[in-house]
Structure formats: C-alpha cells, structure tokens
C-alpha cells in the first residue's frame, strides 16, 4: 500500500536526518440554498459549509449551534442510501467516534462520586483473577490513567494492528482477547509519565467499569449516562430501520459501519446533532453549578488534570488555549466534533458522513459566526488548480505520481493504489492515513498558474521535500 511505502520512507528520511483502481467520476457538487428559512445563523453557517461541499469532501453534513440556551441545526447535502437520500436533519444518525470517551469518562465519574471506585484506584483491582495490569518502572495503571491516555498503552491492542485497515476493524474483539492482550502488553511509558492517545486504554476502562457497575458497559451507559440525560437518540451502533447518514471514506466512497464488542468505550456511540446539542446544554448547566442529574459528575470531568497554563485535558475532554471543551471523533466513513465554551456559554456541533479530520476546521468560524464576527470563507482549489499540481516527483529516488480528477487530487507509488490528497487550502493538503501534511510550492517568480516544483511533507516536525520531475 502507498500508505505503507511513504511511512516507511517517511520514517527513514526522519532516521537519516537524525543521524547526520481508477476513480469514479466526481458528483456534481451540492448547492447550499441562501435563504435562512431555519434560523438567524443559516446563511453565514452556509457559506462556510459550500466550500467543504464544493471541494467534495464530504457528501452530507449537519451543523449545530448553541448559542446561550438558544439550539439551531443546520443539514446540507445528501445522507442515507438509495431513494432514502435527503438533506440529514437535526434526528440524522451519525458515527461519532471517540466522543463515546467523553461519556466513558463521565461513566467513571459517576461510578467514582457514587463511591463504587476511586479515580486513582488500581486497574489492577477491576481485573479478575488471573489477569495482571502490565506496570513499568514500578507504577500501576490506575483509572484516572485511562481517562487520561497516561497509562503507557499503546494506541491499539498487539492483536488488532494487522486488522486496523480493515472495513469494520473491532468487530469479533472480544472479553478473551483484550485480556490476552493486557497480559502480552509492555507499557511504552510508566503510567501517568506522558499522555499518548490510546483506544486501547479507553476501551479497557469502558470494560472494566461495565464490569464492575453490573451488565457490561452498554447497560451501565444508557442506565447510568444516556437514560439520566434524556439523549434518546444516541445508541451503541445503528439501531434497525433508523433515519442514519451512509458513512463514506475519504473519497466518498459507501463503507459500512463500524461495530465494537470488548473496546466499545472507545468507539461505539451513534448520535444527532439534537443530543450532541443536548450534551452541550448539559455541560454548561454542569459548568453554571446545576444540580440536576448528572451535573456533578459532569462538573468532575472537567476538571483540568494537568499542572500548565494554557492547553489543558480533562477527563475525557480536551480543553485549548481560549478554555473551550472539545472533543472529535473518526470512524472509517464518518468524522464528529463537539465543543463547548463556559465563559460565553455557546457551542459547536459537526457531524459528517465522511472520513476526513479537515472537517475540524469549520469549528473555529463556527465560533466566531456564534460571537458575531464576520469570517471569509476557507477557499479551496478549483479543478484548474489541482491540474497545475498533478505530475510526477521524485521522492528518495521513488517516482510518485500525483493525478487530478475534477475537484480531487490523488497521490500514488509504483505499483501502489491511488490515495486522496485532501484539501485545506488552495495549495495545502492532508494525507489522512500519515496525517502529514503535503504542501504544493512552486519556484518565487512562477505565476500562481505555473506548474508546482516540489510537494513538501511534514510529519512529525521534520519537511520532506519532493521535487518535480521535468
């Protein structure tokens, strides 16, 4: 796969520099409407929305605002399958991913304040016999650890690496193996040293606390977390016959979903933009001092856990620079994101049928439409703009060709399956699968017409330059 071949040149560029299937035709794009029929913020909402829609990026999206008690939701595009494709809605279920660890944390908090376990109790203790938590440098793995991705698990359990490209990659991952996988597991750091994210850890925490509150973790979930919040249309996995968006991969393509068993604390939840909106309100009344169900938890989980000024975690939720609370979340055909910010008591909510973090993107003018300001929208190339930069350039001595069609350019290796280079900018890209980011640069003096003259890769820290070949 091209994906393998660049990080192994990728990996061995950074090493030295230590040392001394055609694509289908692109789809018309999708027109959003101007009119504002839904609510004051539609029309600005949809001029952010259009460039992400032209550039094909995804097919159906669903914006949702929350704006100091006030809820508007926005659907653009085309969701679901067959003659059921309509613009999604504000009931439109979606994969959202890893936000499930915002609730898997919320789960521990609960348990913890109902005095059922203890933030830094030892995971070791939730185990049963025979299983040992793996320990380094004489540190234990504690709960907290979990939440926290400090506990020096790897991102993924040995046994499901081989699986991580596959369509439905937890499926069959059960209680055997995730325990045969603890036990084979050495810890990259010891625990609580440094936070390295980790679907293994969370998954793990989700299990053991289903375990230990009774009825695995899908009924201590919607007994103690989903029931209590009122969220009735969030669930583990799509239900039979509900209205839900077709997830697609990174070039739009159908996948189908992801299901979890052992690891469904990482992963699992389905959501609308209603609940996700409702999460939001929760949040702030939690962070406001309410005292309604949950809301001590909730206050718990936000806590910030680190000693530093500036970015910050709590349990389950990230918090940047300006205070703001967020979380995303991937599948294999669906992207999510929700935020919240106490100081202004306003919040953002994405929910996408496609694979592609770019989407992130839209969050920050999202805020600032909610702040009143006014923000240009991103421009994104046009199809002229992406054949200047298709061509064939050298890269340690490998030949890799980039290849336009319509409002998608695509990279490839000798021999190697095409993958998309994803927009950001007019000259900027994401190659998902490295998250690297792939810059076009052409020679100073050269027109913005003029052909590029090299693509610049950026992993890790480290520029990687490709230069092209006349």
Not at 43 to 56: C, H, I, N, S, W
Not at 166 to 182: N, T
Not at 438 to 449: L, N, W
């Amino acid at each position: 796969m091209l994906r393998r071949r660049l990080l192994l040149a990728l990996t061995l560029a950074l090493a030295l520099a230590a040392c001394g299937g055609t694509p289908r035709p692109a789809p018309a794009a999708v027109k959003v409407a101007p009119r504002d029929p839904d609510g004051p913020h539609r029309a600005a909402v949809a001029a952010q929305v259009q460039p992400f829609l032209d550039a094909e990026l995804t097919p159906a999206l669903v914006i949702g605002l929350y704006d100091q008690g006030k809820r508007e939701i926005y659907g653009f595009g085309r969701a679901g399958t067959g003659p059921d494709r309509r613009t999604p809605t504000g009931t439109t279920l979606f994969e959202i991913g890893s936000i499930t660890k915002v609730f898997t944390a919320l789960l521990l908090a609960d348990a913890a304040q109902a005095k059922q376990v203890e933030l830094d109790q030892p995971l070791a203790d939730l185990l049963p016999p025979g299983v040992p938590a793996p320990t380094l440098g004489g540190a234990a793995i504690t709960l907290r650890q979990l939440a926290l991705h400090s506990a020096g698990l790897p991102r993924l359990p040995p046994s499901l690496i081989p699986r991580a490209a596959d369509p439905d990659p937890y499926a069959g991952y059960g209680e055997d193996q995730l325990y045969a996988d603890l036990v084979a597991t050495a810890l990259q750091d010891p625990p609580g040293t440094r936070i390295v994210y980790s679907n293994f850890g969370a998954g793990l925490l989700g299990h053991v606390l289903g375990k230990k509150l009774g009825g695995g973790y899908a009924q201590a979930l919607t007994t103690r977390v989903l029931r209590p919040l009122g969220l009735a249309g969030t669930y583990l996995g799509f239900p039979p016959r509900a209205a839900r968006a077709q997830g697609t991969s990174d070039d739009l393509q159908p996948v189908p979903p992801w299901t979890f068993d052992a690891l469904a604390g990482a992963g699992a939840l389905v959501s609308n933009a209603q609940d996700m909106l409702a999460l939001i309100d929760a949040e702030l009344d939690a962070a406001a001092g309410g005292k309604t169900p949950l809301r001590a938890p909730m206050r718990l989980t936000q806590e910030t856990q680190l000693d530093q000024a500036g970015e910050n975690v709590g349990l389950g939720w990230q918090v940047d620079a300006l205070g703001r609370y967020w979380h995303n979340g991937g599948t294999g055909g669906f992207h999510a994101f929700v935020g919240f910010d106490p100081r202004t008591r306003r919040g953002v909510v994405i929910l996408a049928a496609s694979a592609t973090s770019v989407l992130d993107r839209l969050a920050r003018p999202l805020y600032m439409i909610l702040d009143g300001a006014q923000i240009a929208p991103l421009v994104m190339p046009a199809a002229s703009d992406l054949a200047a930069l298709a061509g064939t350039y050298d890269f340690l001595k490998d030949k890799l060709a980039v290849v336009a069609r319509g409002r998608r350019l695509y990279i490839e290796g000798p021999g190697e399956p095409r993958q998309r280079l994803l927009p950001m900018s007019s000259r900027e890209f994401l190659l998902e699968g490295l998250q690297a980011l792939v810059v076009f640069e052409r020679d100073e003096g050269q027109p913005a017409t003029a052909p590029a003259a090299r693509m610049v890769f950026t992993v890790r820290g480290q520029r990687l330059v490709a230069t092209r070949v006349p």
